[in-house]
């Protein structure tokens, strides 16, 4: 049976571990691949990893990163960052990650979708919307950190990502990023309209009552945080953590 899963989702700032607000002033809190390891005893459902400094600053992926991420991770890890090519690509897969994410690249040249996901098969191939409120209503796609607007609108763009060959959406709100107030369920909704592909949501969560609402109104879906598994406490301590089973089990609602 399938089951929503829990994804703590990982920024990666001049090889270390960062978390930022609004998509702004990154924070450095730590090692990711001793993040990785202590993921790795807590039965994670599954990380994703996202470098935030390749496609601002025109670089290719960190390939010995990555395979030293891969090479330590127990779980299904997705790799985003930088990615603009078949090519690159498939060196990725051939490090031992299990689903790329794509996003500025494919928002340029919407084809990429199709040719990687050919070449490596749809359920690898992840297209990640960052999607802010416009002043006047609605939403607009942005990249590059948040700073670049797209003029695109990310209802649309899910679609066409569906058709295209992708084999999941991951809509991350940057007006809730790290904020720890809730995820966008506005947005998320408007989405979940759109596809029927698998979806994850990011962008928001402050406690494990913001991750079981969203499984509440959306059942299986994937729903991603990075402050609420780096920090503990008000005063945001640094602290990996991850719900138990017993948590897991009751934001699930098994045996209820």
Known sequence: MLRPRIIPSLLIHENGLVKTVNFKNPKYVGDPINAV?????????????FDI???????????????????????????????????????????????????SAVLQNPKLITDISDRVGAQSVIVVLDAKKKILGGYEVYTHNGKK???????????????????????????KDGVMKGYDLDLIAKV???????????????????????ITQHGVIGVA???????????????INYPSKIEKDKI???NK
């Open 53 to 103: 400094d390749a496609t601002v600053l025109g670089k290719e992926p960190n390939y010995s990163l990555i395979e030293r991420l891969a090479s330590q991770s127990r779980m299904p890890l997705c790799y985003g960052g930088g990615v603009k090519t078949v090519a690159q690509a498939q060196r990725i897969f051939s490090l031992g990650i299990e689903k790329i994410a794509l996003s």
């Open 149 to 175: 607007a797209t003029g695109i609108n990310p209802f649309k763009f899910a679609e066409e990502a569906q058709k295209l060959g992708a084999g999941e959406i991951v809509i991350n709100s940057i007006d």
């Open 192 to 214: 979940r309209e759109k596809i029927t592909l698998p979806m994850t949501v990011l962008g928001g969560a402050g406690s494990l009552d913001d991750i079981e609402k969203v």
């Open 37 to 49: 390891k202590i993921f790795n005893e807590k039965a994670v459902d599954e990380l994703a990893v």
């Open 225 to 239: 945080a990075g402050s609420l598994f780096v920090f503990k406490g008000p005063y945001k301590a640094v602290l």
């Open 252 to 254: 699930f609602k098994i």
